[in-house]
């Protein structure tokens, strides 16, 4: 089989020096005790009497009942895979250096400012005032290095926070690699099975899953009490950004719209410093559909199938299951013969 290209998501030419304005940074300011900062729990609607203020939050103390509406959703999710590592130029890197401590070359720094220049300016597109951007960082020194160089295009007013997460880290692939064993894994790699197959040492797609699944509901979470929402505030213009790395990125989408192995691994790998942006439809479900156009999306490896879930998800309100789902219809070909399939 041949080797997965890269596919080239959204695109777009460098801003020109005009839009780049010095920044200036203002300290991050820290509540000195915890009576201060329970002073604003809850974004600052009201004092909650508990260490966890997200468990006050949602309802009230010893009911059911909702306490407040549920904060609003982010607007955008934008994955985000690290800039051009040295790794990427030169596969004996991995046998001198540690995985994790990789660097960017200067080509994928230029690759991350780029990249920060071109979510800036699809945020700016909305037309709204009060945006603002969330992250979340694989702790691997390439991705660090790309979020502090991506970085470069927002002022820390517009940064809301950030979390290191050592759960969306790179699959492990073992210790220092061996450049020949690694090659010949690789090629057993595509006998056995992108998904299934381990590494010596290391983990599997499937293994990367199991985290990326506890990631998700962490996320999940985070979204549901407005976790990354300034103090009283509940702005519909938040931005995530997830900055990693493209097998991780890609079972990210797979666990958030329940793809299957098979279609998952169809899937063809991000650009380095390029993104997906997972969009807030009309029903408040995030669709891919709603920024990229169908061209792209299959170029990433999406089918018919999973188009036209795409489609649904553009409409869909959360909470609701799509009962006409076409995967089913596919997997149960007994179907046609009660006429069932259009």
């Given amino acids: ?62 009911t059911s009942s909702p306490l ?130 381990r590494f010596p040492n290391g983990e599997s797609a499937a293994d990367v899953y199991d985290r990326i699944t506890g990631f998700r509901e962490t996320l999940k979470t985070d979204i549901d009490i407005g976790r990354f929402q300034p103090p009283g505030e509940r702005s519909l213009n938040m931005n995530l950004i997830i900055v990693s790395h493209g097998l991780a990125l890609r079972v990210f989408l797979m666990r958030w719209y329940k793809w299957t192995v098979e279609q998952f691994e169809r899937l063809n790998n991000m650009g380095n410093g390029n993104t997906i942006v997972m969009e807030k439809g009309y029903g408040g479900r995030y669709s891919l559909l709603m920024h990229h156009n169908e061209q792209e999306l299959r170029e990433f490896g999406l089918t018919d199938e999973m188009l036209i879930d795409q489609e649904w998800q553009k409409t869909a309100r959360i909470g609701e299951f799509n009962y006409d789902c076409p995967v089913v219809n596919s997997f149960f070909t007994h179907f046609e013969d009660e006429g069932c399939m259009t």
């Fill in 1 to 62: 089989m041949a080797a997965l290209a890269s596919t080239q998501i959204y695109p777009a030419s460098f801003p020109p020096s005009s839009r780049r304005k010095p920044r200036t940074f203002n300290p991050i300011q820290c509540h000195g005790t915890p009576k201060e900062a329970m002073e604003i729990s809850s974004n600052g609607h009201m004092k909650i009497s508990t260490g966890f203020p997200e468990k006050g939050y949602l309802t009230r103390p010893g």
């Fill in 68 to 197: 407040l509406p549920p904060p609003p959703r982010p607007r955008r999710i934008i994955l985000v895979r690290h800039g051009q590592s040295e790794g990427n130029v030169d596969e004996s890197v991995y046998t001198r250096v540690a995985d994790p401590k990789i660097d960017l070359t200067e080509k994928g720094k230029a690759e991350a400012e780029e990249c920060g220049w071109r979510i800036r300016e699809m945020i700016e597109g909305d037309g709204a005032d009060d945006w603002k951007v969330y992250f979340y960082v694989s702790p691997y020194k390439r991705t660090l290095e790309t979020l502090r160089h991506l970085g470069r295009a927002f002022e820390r007013s517009r940064i809301s926070g950030m979390r290191e997460e050592p759960r969306i880290r790179e699959q492990d692939f073992g210790n220092f690699q061996d450049r020949e064993k690694m090659r010949a894994d690789k090629a057993l790699r595509l006998r056995y099975g992108r998904f299934f197959y």
